[in-house]
């Protein structure tokens, strides 16, 4: 068997005044908790550093690039780095990335239990909008301050096992899971800042927000038997409510684990990656059941084209 003692270490909120230093030893100690439970992989939230600035309308530049780092593992991010090697615990975790020729990411990276960053994915599937919306009860601009990933959904083999990256919005995007799939991914690690309230629409609270969120989660751990480790950042973020519900999805999609609160919180489980094998070689057994002669519009078509009237 082919074990992995996963754990979702779930951020509580984190304030605009909030500094790097003070989330990394919020993080520390929670890395500390996976290794007394004996973890040796962790997954962190989608923007783990910082506050969910996309939610602030800024237009110069230099108050933008506040967010990002332009070097990872940098100077704030270092003692994370060398406590995960210390303790022999491989991570994933977000982050919003600045390169050195400027593009603006929102990124995660997975490591190796060395600490070597094995690797990199940039979020593919932007939500929100670009300009101020004042129609909106808050903003979302996404956007406007990141560009789309650019890099596709990679897997890589890690601890023994193949493992992709998501981010946020795009576990609400089955094509994500399906190309993640089409490589044989076992464990898909995803952070996410969902806010508990929908913007744009009154009447949808925190329980549909959770709803959405699980099914996103479940339908593609099982439509691929691999295993979906989502974690949030949660909380109210100066008065702005985000979800809680980090989870941890088996590949038949059942929710094995999820937090209970909306704080710094830890839940951890042992992933059998062999536990994917039923469903990739029957029911999900692409090579045997698929029809691409039939799927055409998936990637020659972006919007949806009804039938003339
Ligand atoms: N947040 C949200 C998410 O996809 C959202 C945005 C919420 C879009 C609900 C649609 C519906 O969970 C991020 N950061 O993508």
């Known amino acids: 068997m082919r074990e992995i003692v996963t754990a979702a270490l779930q951020l509580g ?3 605009k005044s909030d500094s790097r230093e003070n989330v990394v030893a919020r993080m520390i100690k929670l890395l500390e908790q996976a290794k007394a439970a004996d973890a040796t992989f962790v ?15 800024m237009e110069e530049q230099s108050d933008v690039d506040q967010w990002f780092e332009s070097s990872m593992p940098g100077p704030a991010t270092e003692p994370l780095f060398a406590c995960a090697r210390d303790m022999r615990m491989a ?32 979020k593919v599937h932007l939500p929100g909008h670009s300009e101020y919306d004042c129609e909106r009860a808050f903003q979302h601009l996404e956007k406007r301050y990141f560009l789309p990933g650019d890099l596709g959904f990679p897997v890589w083999r890690n601890l023994n096992a193949n493992m992709g990256m998501l981010i946020c919005n795009d576990r609400r995007w089955p094509e994500a899971y399906r190309v993640l799939g089409l ?5 898909v690690t995803l952070g996410f800042n969902t806010p508990s309230v929908n913007s744009q629409m009154s009447n949808e609270g925190p329980q549909d927000r ?3 969120h699980r099914l996103s989660c479940q339908s593609g751990a099982y439509q691929n038997a691999t295993w979906v480790v989502a974690v949030a950042k949660a909380g109210v973020e100066d008065g702005h409510p985000l979800i809680g519900g980090s989870l941890i999805v088996d590949p038949n999609g059942k929710i094995v684990a999820e937090t209970a609160t909306e704080d710094d919180e830890m839940i951890v489980h042992v992933c059998d990656m062999d ?16 029809r691409i002669e039939h799927y055409g519009r998936i990637t020659e ?6 039938p003339a009237v």
């Open 13 to 15: 909120p984190i304030q």
């Open 43 to 57: 997954v962190f939230p989608e923007l783990a550093l910082t506050t969910f600035f996309p939610r602030w309308f």
């Open 91 to 122: 991570m994933s975790f977000g982050y919003a990335e600045l390169t050195p020729d400027g593009q603006h990411f929102n990124t995660s990276i997975l490591t190796d239990t060395s600490g070597a960053i094995v690797g990199k994915y940039r």
């Open 183 to 187: 490589q044989g991914v076992e464990m």
């Open 210 to 212: 959770l709803f959405h």
């Open 275 to 290: 536990a994917c094998t039923f469903g990739k070689t029957t029911i999900f057994d692409f090579k045997r059941h698929r």
């Open 301 to 306: 078509q972006t919007g949806a084209e009804p």
